[in-house]
């Protein structure tokens, strides 16, 4: 990481300023970086939308950085880091590229996580991640993106929007929990899952 020489503004606040950071508020996030969207869920029964019938909208992050990235390329990117520190990322990028950000967001938020991060100024970027759960599931599933929603007796199971008639035991154990629950769980990397589970 580079190395800057105290001076009459505080490093990290002049870090925070150039980057559009409100330190008074630790979840806010630079103004170039997008919100992720909003998840869905499959059948009317179960939609629980923020802001709706009193519903608060959950925050967008759960922490926020700024680092130098000199290795970095493009404008923004999104990344994944495994519980192991695996990275995981669609973009191409030189070996190494991405630890300034990693570091950054690993302050606060241990793996795993997402992140997304965009160029701020040069090298500087700001970066925003969630905590995910990353599940193994040994089970075929013929796609990427599973929504599994159980309200009562009613399953509703989708698999690339697709409904499918199959059971992935491995994720309804993830959600034995809740009675009623929507689940959404995205590959990550052949049996590696991102899985979110809302109860209803």
Do not use: C
Not at 26 to 40: E, W, Y
């Amino acid at each position: 990481m580079p190395f800057w020489r105290r001076d009459e503004e505080p490093a990290h606040e002049r870090l925070a300023r150039e980057a559009g950071i409100d330190l008074d508020s630790p979840l806010s996030m630079p103004a170039d970086v997008p919100f992720p969207p909003d998840q869905r869920v499959p059948f009317v029964g179960a939609i629980r939308e923020p802001g709706i019938h009193g519903i608060h909208r959950q925050r967008q992050w759960d922490t926020v950085a700024t680092a130098h990235a000199p290795g970095l390329q493009g404008e923004e990117l999104e990344f994944v880091v495994l519980p192991d520190g695996t990275v995981l990322v669609e973009e191409e990028v030189s070996e190494g590229a991405l630890a300034p950000l990693a570091e950054a967001v690993e302050q606060s938020l241990p793996p795993p996580y997402r992140a997304r991060a965009v160029q701020r100024d040069g090298e500087l970027w700001g970066v925003a991640a969630n905590r995910i759960d990353v599940v193994e599931v040994p089970e075929t599933i013929p796609g990427d993106l599973v929504s599994l929603a159980v309200q009562g007796e009613e399953r509703t199971l989708l698999v690339d929007d697709r409904p499918v008639w199959d059971a992935v035991p491995t994720l309804e154990a993830h959600a034995a929990q809740h009675r009623d629950y929507v689940l959404h769980a995205e590959r990550l990397d052949g049996d590696l899952w991102a899985v979110k589970v809302n109860p209803l």
